[in-house]
């Protein structure tokens, strides 16, 4: 499919603000691939022979951001092997360098979600996670890290995109999963449905 008929829409939100699981829903409801920048990049790290294994373990472990070559190479190549033209891009731009070269080399968002929700709740959410997740950074010490790398660098994305109006909605994800998506739902069904 060319770029003119792909819409690609930006899930943004803290480590935890619930972005992994709003995205299981709409894919359900509307029909979008959910590419999750971080299952990406964790499928890759554990990928024998992959060259950037130990850079992404290091990144993530360290709560840092992995470079964006790396990241937005594995998203188009998921882009290019699918069948469908509408995409669920959860976790990523991190960066506004990011969000400058995916929307100039791949394709311009669409609109953006940002889920906001306080570090209180999503420390609690992480740390429950982290009792049988396995994951890496699901720990106290990686998501205080995770939480600064979010707010240093990948808030301002938010922030630059909300020059654009209408482009980012904001909405609070403290409460329940279907609280939260009877918010979300209505975006998708005014514009995709
Ligand atoms: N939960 C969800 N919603 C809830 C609700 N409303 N009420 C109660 N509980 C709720 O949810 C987290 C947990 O909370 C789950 O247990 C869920 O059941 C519960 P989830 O939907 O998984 O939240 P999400 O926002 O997806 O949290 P995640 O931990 O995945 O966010 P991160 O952004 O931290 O992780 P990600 O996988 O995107 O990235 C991990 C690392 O990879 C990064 O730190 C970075 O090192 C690297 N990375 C990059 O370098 N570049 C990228 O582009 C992407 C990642
Ligand atoms: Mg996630």
Known sequence: S????????FILGGPGSGKGTQCAKLVQ???FVHMSAGDLLREEQQRSGSEYGELIQNCIKEGKIVPMEVTIGLLEKKMIESDSNRFLIDGFPRQLDQA?????????????????????VMLKRLLKRGETSGRIDDNTETIKKRFKTFLEHSYPVVEHYRKIPNKVHTISSEDSVEEVYAK?????TELFK
């Open 2 to 9: 060319s770029k003119e008929d792909m819409t690609v829409c």
């Open 184 to 188: 979300v739902k209505p975006i998708f």
């Open 29 to 31: 409801d509307f029909g």
């Open 100 to 120: 400058l070269a995916f929307e100039k080399e791949v394709v311009e968002s669409t609109l953006i979600i940002y889920l906001e929700c306080s570090e209180e």
